[in-house]
């Protein structure tokens, strides 16, 4: 565990909770022209967003649409979810609600209290899994769920000296 997740571990969870606007109090946001395919509404307007968490200095950007309002929406999702996979508490705890769908208003916090429960299972899925009361391979398909979560267990159990999954 990092020092950035020492400090700001014990907020975690109450980040990843805020409202939108919330969350946005301890950011710096930056609108940008971007660069690539899309036209001249894209090259006119300052419609990319690059939000800086402050207090973790994650920084993440979205340019994916032409409206500013939903590249920002966007971006609070990815910092959300860098946040989530990114800060550690240990020890772990189990996520209160076993629901934990895309959907689920919890579902960041409880992304990251399974990252949690990897991290101190040395990144082992199947003790993981055990502990969280379902199969290895449910636990598998709601990491893959999300492309950016899959590739960061990979990532985890690479510096570990485990091996990638696969589904």
Request: glycine content about 4%; proline content about 4%; some cysteine.
């Amino acid at each position: 565990m990092n020092k950035l997740n020492d400090n700001f571990a014990a907020r975690r969870d109450e980040w990843l909770a805020a409202d939108d606007d919330a969350l946005l109090s301890c950011c710096t946001l930056d609108f940008f022209k971007a660069t690539g395919n899309g036209g001249q509404k894209r090259n006119k307007t300052s419609s990319a967003v690059r939000i800086v968490h402050t207090p973790t200095g994650i920084a993440v950007t979205d340019c994916s649409e032409r409206s500013q309002h939903r590249n920002r929406k966007t971006a609070l999702e990815k910092l959300r979810c860098e946040i989530a996979l990114t800060v550690r508490v240990l020890p772990a705890v189990l996520p209160e609600n076993p629901e934990y769908g895309l959907s689920n208003p919890n579902y960041f916090i409880n992304l990251a209290r399974i990252f949690d429960l990897l991290c101190e299972n040395s990144w082992d899925d199947a003790e993981s899994a055990v502990k969280l009361g379902i199969s290895r391979s449910k636990l598998l398909k709601l990491l893959a769920r999300d492309s950016r979560t899959f590739a960061r267990l990979n990532e985890f159990r690479r510096q570990n000296g485990l091996p990638p999954l696969h589904l």
